[in-house]
């Protein structure tokens, strides 16, 4: 575990030790591989989150860090409350990737358009959701966009997503692992997974940047 990991993680237990009795942890979690927009850019830059190299290197990252260090650092809590499963009403198009500007707008510099920062992936590969709070899942839903999609020039749409993987309830795990086949696809796309958590109606919601190698 990287050491920010380990450190976010002991921040979350000492956190759940002190709110006790009153049951309500701030931990929650993300997709962590292929790395969520906040997640990556926090791995990447959180420990020299003000190196001006970051605008040149990295600078869907750098506008993402100017616009809202917190979404880095609460890299868990991309979730809306309360959303009864209808996530396409409550999430207009070209804010899927701020959950609809989830959290008083907090993560809204996801939904930038530009190239991010994108993993390398073979066509199957797999979704490593980091439930740290062990929520669980009612259910996962994990959305491919479509060949001929450029995420470097389009927002992201509802229409633009194919559903390729549904997944059931899932017991508490710190790490679930979906496989995934992204069929023919090549080169960039986006991974949008959305995790209903099972201790209340809790929707986290996903962008992860890829590349697929074939
Ligand atoms: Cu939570």
Redesign the pocket.
């Given at each position: 575990m990287p050491t920010r990991l380990r450190a976010a993680a002991l921040a979350s237990a000492s956190a759940l030790l002190l709110t006790g009795a009153a049951g309500v942890?701030a931990?929650?979690?993300s997709a962590i591989d292929p790395p969520t927009r906040n997640y990556g850019c926090w791995e990447r830059w959180g420990d020299d989150f003000q190196n001006p190299a970051m605008a040149t290197e990295d600078p869907m990252c750098w506008q993402a860090w100017q616009a809202n260090t917190n979404a880095m650092w609460n890299w868990?809590?991309l979730?809306r409350e309360g959303v009864k499963g209808n996530h396409q009403g409550a999430i207009p198009d070209g804010q899927l990737c701020s959950g609809g500007r989830a959290e008083g707008g907090r993560y809204n510099a996801m939904d930038a358009v530009g190239n991010w920062k994108a993993a390398d992936k073979p066509n199957n590969f797999k979704v490593d959701v980091y439930d740290q709070?062990l929520?669980g899942g009612d259910y996962y839903k994990v959305y491919l966009t479509k060949q001929g999609f450029n995420p470097l020039t389009q927002p992201l749409g509802w229409g633009n997503l194919e559903l390729v993987k549904e997944v059931g309830k899932t017991a508490p795990a710190s790490h679930t692992l979906i496989d995934v086949n992204a069929g023919s696809r090549t080169g960039r796309h986006i991974v949008y997974t959305i995790w209903q958590?099972s201790?209340s109606d809790?929707s986290y919601y996903f962008c992860s940047d890829v590349n697929f190698t074939g």
């Open positions: 942890a931990a929650h979690g868990n809590g979730y709070a929520h958590a201790h809790q």
